[in-house]
């Protein structure tokens, strides 16, 4: 057996050792299968995966692709074994299919590999990530980083471009593919399958297994399938494996010692599938650890025939225009040539990815590290997305979500995308109704981002981004049922009957709202009633209360009978009422904090209830009553009663003399001034408008002044932290006109003061300047109106 083939006498098996996504790996491959022709391809991979094989050459398999492997009755225990076009395995692969040749998988079966924990925690079985220098559980090497050292390079990735990558079909150090001899490692004494042959031969003698123990038991079962197909292939069989396993294979085993490795292996029953993958997660920031660091790079090196370096330099510039930014053709000429020039500095034999970078930075970039951030996010990493046949194998549920996808044209994509849905659209409902049914099964492959799209309830924002994981997730959903909804159904009944806090069950029935699941309405909101009745803790009640405020909300816009639940939070919302003020005594300053911001949630549900069709305004006067006893009752801290006085004032229930009254007595000189603090921070604190409400009521404005100049120099520094996290808050500008208006003082500089007494604003309304904002008040108005049905949201 030999790791290369004599001019004279050329002989197989040919051992072919690669890094796995190596482009120049990939291209030697062809070139050597060219050459010698092969009866059989042997390929490191689960042998379970062989009646998968034919799938690569159907026309709509497109790389970048994964063979995922999990156990039957547990989906979450999984690996993957992703493949680029410029992997050598799937180089392999292709020739194999196209050249009529037997071809196989011969690593570990996945049914041994996944029956250990550890092993399926990764893209890659465990045993396979050391062998690109994944620590693990013992001390394990880096192959490459070792050779790299040895050869004085301090950048592994740098050693292996300039080894292998750089190995371009020019003539310089490795023949043209087109031409190829008539054996594989017969070309020249830079063969990269002799050099790193021999080199992993010398780590091996001095290092043994290099700390990956379970590789031993690997390459005890890629033995036997060796010895098999030389069986009955003779000795025209290629393998095509990771470099550190060759000398191993070449390496004369007793067949009993093998057998003796592999007895009494844990096994498991395992299923099998190709699943999309991207260049994204083949990147080894990504957590895989036989990732690289630049797979679109890669690519780029692997399909540029000729002028690699020009044509980075033209995407690179593409790349660019679309953003609006200025690169003409004189800027790609001149990177080029920096990049040559360079690389001849460095001794490098071509550019590499580091001086076309360089270049870039300094010619296209101007400098700036920002446009380079994209560049490496788009183009070195990519966000390239492959693509599986209908005909690949495919839980129920998986057929069932790619049918929806194309019905609703929304097509799984590596890039992040912004999704805008108007839900008065049956398609745009559809396609809402699908993302909440993932999100509730844990398929996270659009998240919510509210707020761009529109102010109506009728619209909704989402942020779709399509991860290879997710093919996992959707194999752990399938146990719930054939179909989206069935399983979103299921799920969420299962998940009512296991929730043990209330604001659990509340948020499910929104979810359940908003994914229109019917059937799983009844038990949930059975659940939901008898919790509720048991749950006498006042905090529980008042998380709960808003999402069965915005579900009533989101069942009017979608069309859903809501009666029941109307019944339910109206109930909440009643022992509330009853319940919360002496929830709010003996709090300290965490525990106000956190009930503060449950009243904030209570107030803006109350108004959505009675504002709901089946809401009371009774309702709204009874929590008004409630604000009102929190306002006045010195044992509930004063973040809480500011917050109260500062709510009752917005809804028009207190008058300014009032709120005046109120802040008076906060901030008397009896009161403490951590007290008065806490009281500030609850009126005007966070992003309730506080800033400009002091902005315009001077009389608001001079208390809190006076407070704060009369506070004690040894009490300062203990409201420091309140009074700097309360006003933090407020947008510069609002900061800024508080900073001048206090400098001013009262009555002083500036216009005279308005109605209300601030200083710096007009006496009365300026109508010509007021007319002048009436076309953009419109334009406002009226698409605000586009957003919303008869007044819904406004």
């Given at each position: ?18 890094r796995h996504h190596g482009p120049g790996s990939a291209r030697a491959v062809r070139a050597a299968l060219d050459a010698a022709r092969p009866r059989a391809v042997l390929i490191e991979g689960p042998p379970e995966a062989d009646a998968l094989l034919a ?98 390079y301090d950048d592994p990735e740098r050693w292996w471009e300039d080894v292998v990558e750089h190995r371009h079909p020019d003539g310089t150090r490795k023949p043209d593919p087109h031409n190829p001899p008539a054996t594989p490692d017969s070309y020249d ?253 844990g398929i996270d492959w659009g998240e919510r981002a509210d707020g761009r799209g529109g102010t109506g309830t009728f619209r909704e924002g989402w942020r779709l981004r399509w991860e290879p994981e997710l093919s996992v997730r959707v194999a752990e959903a ?317």
């Open positions: 057996m030999t790791t290369r083939t004599e001019r004279d006498a050329p002989a197989g098996p040919w051992l072919l050792g690669v799938l690569a050459a159907d026309p709509d398999m497109r790389p970048p692709v994964a063979l995922l492997a999990h156990v039957l009755d547990d989906p979450r225990r999984a690996a993957f074994w992703p493949m680029a076009e410029f992997s050598p395995e799937w180089v392999a692969l292709r020739w194999a299919l196209d050249a009529g040749a037997e071809v196989r998988f011969i690593d570990l079966p996945a049914a041994h590999s996944l029956a250990t924990e550890v092993e399926a925690e990764g893209e890659r079985p465990e045993e396979d990530k050391g062998e690109e220098g994944r620590e693990g559980d013992g001390l394990r090497i880096d192959p490459i980083g070792l050779l790299a050292e040895t050869a004085g004494p830079y063969s990269p399958f002799v050099v790193l042959g021999e080199a992993m031969t010398a780590l091996r003698e001095a290092y043994g297994d290099g700390g990956h123990a379970r590789d031993l038991v690997r390459e005890a079962y890629m033995r036997q399938q060796l010895r098999a197909a030389r069986r009955e292939f003779g000795d025209e069989v290629a393998v095509v494996c990771g470099a550190w396993h060759v000398p191993a294979l070449a390496a004369k085993v007793a067949v009993g010692a093998d057998r003796a490795l592999l007895k009494g292996l844990p096994k498991v029953k395992a299923e099998l599938t190709w699943v999309p993958w991207t260049h994204r997660r083949l990147a080894r920031h990504s957590g895989y650890g036989a990732g690289i660091d630049s797979p679109g790079w890669y690519g780029h090196l692997f399909a540029a025939r000729d002028r690699p370096v020009e044509r980075w330099m033209t995407k690179v510039a593409g790349l660019l225009r679309e953003e609006d930014r200025l690169v003409s053709s004189a800027h790609v000429i001149e990177a080029v040539r920096l990049a040559g020039t360079l690389a001849a500095m460095r001794g490098r034999p071509l550019p590499g990815l580091a001086e076309t970078t360089d270049a870039v930075r300094a010619v296209m970039c101007e400098g700036s590290d920002v446009p380079l951030a994209l560049i490496q996010d788009r183009l070195v990493v990519g966000d390239v997305l492959g693509e599986v046949p209908d005909a690949a194998p495919a839980v129920p549920l998986q057929r069932d979500l790619t049918r929806a996808q194309r019905a609703l044209r929304l097509k799984p994509e590596a890039l992040e995308r912004e999704l805008d849905l108007d839900l008065r659209k049956e398609t745009d409902a559809a396609r809402s109704r699908l993302l909440h049914r993932l999100r509730l099964l399938g146990v719930w049922g054939t179909t989206v909804e069935a399983a979103a159904t299921a799920r969420a009944e299962a998940d009512a009957a296991e929730a043990t806090v209330l604001g659990e069950i509340t948020a499910l029935v929104e979810r359940c709202l908003l994914a229109e699941l019917s059937d799983a309405l009844p038990v949930v909101m059975r659940a939901l009633a008898d919790r509720a009745a048991l749950d006498t803790d006042v905090a529980h009640l008042a998380e709960a209360l808003p999402a069965l405020a915005r579900t009533l909300r989101y069942g009017d816009v979608r069309g859903t009978r809501t009666a029941a639940l109307a019944e339910v939070a109206t109930g909440l919302a009643e022992r509330i009422c009853v319940g919360l003020p002496p929830a709010c005594t003996g709090l300290d300053a965490d525990g106000a904090t956190a009930m503060r911001r449950r009243v904030d949630g209570v107030h803006a549900a109350m108004s959505l209830l009675a504002d709901a069709p089946e809401g009371a305004t009774a309702l709204r006067d009874r929590w008004a009553a409630v604000l009102a006893k929190l306002a006045g009752r010195d044992s509930v801290p004063g973040e809480i009663r500011g917050r109260a006085v500062r709510l009752l004032l917005d809804d028009g229930r207190l008058d300014a003399a009032e709120a005046e009254r109120y802040m008076g007595l906060a901030l008397s000189v009896g009161t403490p001034p951590g007290d008065a603090a806490a009281w500030i921070e609850g009126f005007v604190g966070g992003a309730s408008g506080g800033g400009m409400l002091l902005v315009h009521d001077e009389r608001l404005l001079a208390l809190v002044d006076t407070w704060l100049t009369g506070v004690p120099a040894d009490a300062f520094t203990d409201v420091l932290p309140l009074l700097r996290r309360t006003f933090s808050a407020y947008e510069p500008g609002v900061r800024r006109t508080l900073g001048e208006l206090v400098r001013r003082g009262p009555g002083t500089g500036g216009a005279a003061p308005s109605a209300t007494g601030a200083p710096g604003f007009g006496a009365a309304l300026d109508e010509e300047r007021a007319d002048a904002m009436e076309p953009l008040l419109r334009l406002l108005l009226d698409r605000r109106d586009d957003n919303n049905l008869a007044g819904v949201g406004n």
